[in-house]
């Protein structure tokens, strides 16, 4: 059977999607703690990011784990995310940016995305978001004061962090 031009560009770009997605999960944590990879390109500032349930105070989901790219655009005023885990108890739910420095819990500061329902087991999710351009830049500034928190049904109050530093 012969695909015309435009499924094989599909086919392609589902491909490389598939072939990013897998790095992102089998490249597994540097550390515990999570090493953070900084770059800048474009004005921009990318982040890679372990999530473990060790890092999270009160519980989080120890047979879990999460590795998130993020992309913070002030200049444009967005956030953009791919983030992939696996192995987590119950549904993802909500996925954030919390203020606050490591072993410390705080706020949301930035709402990747709320009241989702993806597999727990083994997924992927990626986006980009508004956000103001003063709450980059202070991402930016201070990157340690900030975390990634991935909130589960079986772990409301957050089964998975990372802190950006």
Same mark, same amino acid.
């Given at each position: 059977?012969?695909?015309?031009?435009?499924?094989?560009?599909? /086919?392609?770009?589902?491909? *490389?999607?598939?072939?990013?997605?897998?790095?992102?999960? #089998?490249?597994?944590?540097?550390?515990? %703690? /999570? @090493?953070?990879?900084?770059?800048?390109? $474009?004005?921009?500032?990318? #982040?890679?990011?372990?999530?473990?349930?060790?890092?999270?105070?009160? /519980?989080? @989901?120890?047979?879990?784990?999460?590795?998130?790219? *993020?992309? +913070?655009?002030?200049?444009?005023?967005?956030?953009?995310?791919?983030?992939?885990?696996? /192995?987590?108890?119950?549904?993802?739910? @909500?996925?954030? &940016?919390?203020?606050?420095?490591?072993?410390?819990?705080?706020?949301?500061?930035?709402?990747?995305?709320? @009241?989702?329902?993806?597999?727990?087991?083994?997924?992927?999710? %990626?986006?980009?978001? $508004?956000?103001?351009?003063?709450? &980059?830049?202070? &991402?930016?500034?201070?990157?340690?004061?900030?975390? *990634?928190?991935?909130?589960?049904?079986?772990?409301?109050?957050?089964?998975?962090?990372?802190? +950006?530093?």
């Amino acid at each position: 059977m012969q695909l015309s031009k435009g499924a094989r560009t599909m /086919g392609r770009v589902g491909a *490389l999607v598939a072939s990013a997605t897998s790095m992102l999960v #089998f490249a597994g944590p540097a550390s515990a %703690a /999570g @090493d953070t990879a900084v770059s800048y390109e $474009h004005g921009h500032e990318l #982040f890679s990011v372990q999530l473990t349930g060790d890092e999270v105070r009160d /519980g989080g @989901d120890r047979d879990g784990d999460a590795v998130a790219r *993020l992309d +913070l655009d002030p200049e444009n005023e967005r956030v953009c995310y791919v983030v992939t885990w696996r /192995g987590l108890d119950g549904d993802v739910t @909500d996925f954030h &940016i919390h203020s606050g420095s490591r072993h410390n819990d705080g706020p949301v500061f930035v709402d990747l995305f709320n @009241d989702r329902h993806f597999d727990g087991e083994h997924n992927t999710a %990626a986006d980009c978001v $508004h956000s103001d351009e003063s709450k &980059i830049r202070a &991402i930016v500034e201070d990157p340690s004061d900030y975390y *990634l928190m991935l909130h589960t049904t079986a772990h409301h109050a957050g089964a998975l962090r990372g802190q +950006l530093d």
